[in-house]
């Protein structure tokens, strides 16, 4: 069923018009999504890959996918760089922006000619492509990937299921965030009445390396609060790796974990490369880590968002505070 909740206007013809488009093309489908993949970004490629191959069609994805979700797809299912655009391609960018080329991995867009077909649900999406089926309101890709599924007409599987779920949950934080509304349960649902495997998904996402412990230390010891304790935040650089013989994709989900500190509105991890700082923002709602984002040449969503400074930590911490402290205005929390 299509999602009944969606907000963007014409959502079902575009779902239709998304999922003709994908059928109808004669060539090699190239798909993509956003660096530094999450659950949503692999479970969006691979359950819409397995629904094309399942109608026939010649589809790949490119990501570099990270440990945590290694579990996930098969021997060759998920190839790391795209070295050559094979001709006649049509290219479906998912969970970003496909005109925001420094956010999509996996190939350089900027020396595509063919057509593409955007799905997303960020707001901050410029609607630029061949088929934009953009919906803020749905709290997924993956939920929006569902219905161009459904609209494709092909049989569903446990296989198909099973990552689309994956997104699903990885975004509403395991159905706890606030953007677990009732069509996310529905979605859900109906995903699992296809097979998906939610006990094996939570199961194996709650698996941890050793080094995972060791890295948990250093965030704890850099962890700190302001803004009177509604701003946590944690720091991890080079040496702290090699200390734990951890690498860069294991930080990504420790922002999640300072984030329950009580009190906290707004939880941001600063990975520092040294020239360049990346920041994850999480907030409870009250504050908008899109705002801060924006403000920080970044974007995202209101509760989940993150953006790259050319710049090292000092300066990154600075113009991190300024934004937050006028966000924090908006909001009358200062």
Request: a negative charge.
């Amino acid at each position: 069923m299509t999602a009944q909740n969606a907000a963007e206007p014409r959502y079902a013809e575009l779902v239709q018009e998304a999922a003709d488009r994908l059928k109808s093309h004669p060539g090699p489908i190239v798909i993509l999504a956003h660096v530094d993949p999450d659950g949503d970004a692999l479970g969006s490629c691979l359950g819409l890959q397995r629904a094309l191959r399942a109608a026939g069609k010649d589809a790949q994805t490119y990501l570099q996918v990270p440990r945590f979700l290694k579990f996930l797809p098969q021997e060759g299912e998920v190839l790391p760089a795209l070295e050559a655009w094979p001709e006649g391609a049509l290219a479906a960018v998912l969970d970003v922006d496909n005109t925001d080329m420094a956010r999509v991995a996996g190939a350089d867009l900027g020396g595509f000619d063919g057509e593409v077909v955007n799905i997303d649900h960020h707001g901050t999406n410029r609607r630029q492509a061949a088929v934009s089926l953009v919906d803020p309101s749905q709290a997924a890709a993956a939920m929006i990937v569902k219905d161009v599924v459904d609209a494709l007409g092909v049989p569903w599987s446990a296989e198909i299921a099973t990552p689309l779920l994956l997104g699903t949950s990885t975004d509403t934080g395991s159905f706890r965030f606030s953007n677990t509304t009732p069509q996310v349960l529905r979605t859900a649902a109906d995903l699992v009445e296809c097979g998906a495997e939610l006990a094996w998904i939570n199961d194996q996402l709650a698996r941890n390396p050793q080094r995972y412990y060791a890295l948990l230390r250093e965030v704890l010891d850099q962890m700190q609060f302001s803004s009177d304790g509604l701003i946590v935040r944690s720091h991890i650089d080079e040496a702290a790796l090699q200390r734990t013989q951890a690498q860069w994709e294991d930080v990504e989900s420790y922002v999640n974990t300072i984030r329950n500190a009580d009190g906290a509105e707004l939880a941001v991890m600063f990975k520092d490369y040294g020239e360049r700082i990346k920041l994850s923002l999480r907030s409870r709602g009250r504050v908008s880590a899109q705002n801060i984002a924006v403000a920080l040449g970044g974007g995202g969503h209101v509760a989940a968002a993150g953006a790259s400074l050319d710049a090292r930590f000092p300066e990154a911490l600075a113009r991190f505070e300024a934004a937050a402290d006028a966000e924090l205005r908006r909001v009358a929390l200062r």
